[in-house]
């Protein structure tokens, strides 16, 4: 199944104060994360643009809103890393969730959420490990660790991982859902499937 961008106006606006404080939370942790143990710095680990993100999110759920899906909105992040942009995803009134499969990021993003005082969920394991069966385990877990859906995704991918991300979400269950993709600098994508 195909994907094709939805155009979602770019916006340079300050985000607001409890979003900023968010972000401000997770570069003090960040920070002293990186101090009290340098030695298990987490390799390759890149963030995203937040204020880019946070615009992107506010758009993709005024799109989903204007298309019926109603206010009580599901996101999922995969490869959550810090959990910023879940926890900003709460903040705009989603449902949130990430999946991040290192566990000492997964300890981050829900300190983080904690101190930002932010209702997210965050899943140690990974997006590409699909799960054998449906079982009470795994019953009320995103897709695709389980068979909850998730109105917008959320993914940093890796060059090399761009093609198996976007195979992933068109072969989801989500048929109106959106796969926003933050690309570096100052590049996203919102993308949807086309319904045949």
């Given at each position: 199944?195909?994907?094709?961008?939805?155009?979602?106006?770019?916006?340079?606006?300050?985000?607001?104060?409890?979003?900023?404080?968010?972000?401000?939370?997770?570069?003090?942790?960040?920070?002293?994360?990186?101090?009290?143990?340098?030695?298990?710095?987490?390799?390759?680990?890149?963030?995203?643009?937040?204020?880019?993100?946070?615009?992107?999110?506010?758009?993709?759920?005024?799109?989903?809103?204007?298309?019926?899906?109603?206010?009580?909105?599901?996101?999922?992040?995969?490869?959550?890393?810090?959990?910023?942009?879940?926890?900003?995803?709460?903040?705009?009134?989603?449902?949130?969730?990430?999946?991040?499969?290192?566990?000492?990021?997964?300890?981050?993003?829900?300190?983080?959420?904690?101190?930002?005082?932010?209702?997210?969920?965050?899943?140690?394991?990974?997006?590409?490990?699909?799960?054998?069966?449906?079982?009470?385990?795994?019953?009320?877990?995103?897709?695709?660790?389980?068979?909850?859906?998730?109105?917008?995704?959320?993914?940093?991918?890796?060059?090399?991982?761009?093609?198996?991300?976007?195979?992933?979400?068109?072969?989801?269950p989500m048929s109106q859902a959106l796969l926003?993709?933050?690309?570096?600098?100052?590049?996203?994508?919102?993308?949807?499937?086309?319904?045949?």
């Amino acid at each position: 199944m195909d994907l094709i961008d939805v155009d979602i106006p770019v916006c340079w606006d300050t985000p607001p104060a409890e979003i900023l404080r968010t972000i401000e939370i997770a570069e003090r942790l960040h920070g002293k994360m990186q101090s009290d143990e340098p030695q298990k710095r987490i390799p390759l680990l890149v963030n995203s643009n937040y204020y880019i993100a946070y615009h992107a999110l506010q758009h993709a759920r005024a799109l989903c809103v204007d298309r019926g899906l109603g206010s009580e909105l599901s996101f999922c992040e995969w490869g959550s890393g810090l959990g910023v942009v879940t926890c900003i995803a709460s903040q705009l009134g989603y449902q949130a969730s990430g999946i991040e499969i290192e566990p000492s990021l997964c300890r981050f993003a829900r300190t983080l959420a904690s101190e930002a005082n932010v209702t997210a969920e965050f899943i140690q394991s990974s997006y590409r490990e699909l799960p054998e069966r449906c079982d009470e385990e795994t019953l009320n877990q995103p897709y695709p660790m389980g068979p909850r859906t998730s109105d917008v995704v959320y993914a940093y991918p890796w060059p090399a991982e761009e093609a198996y991300i976007t195979t992933l979400f068109a072969q989801s269950p989500m048929s109106q859902a959106l796969l926003v993709t933050y690309h570096g600098g100052t590049t996203l994508r919102v993308r949807e499937r086309v319904l045949q």
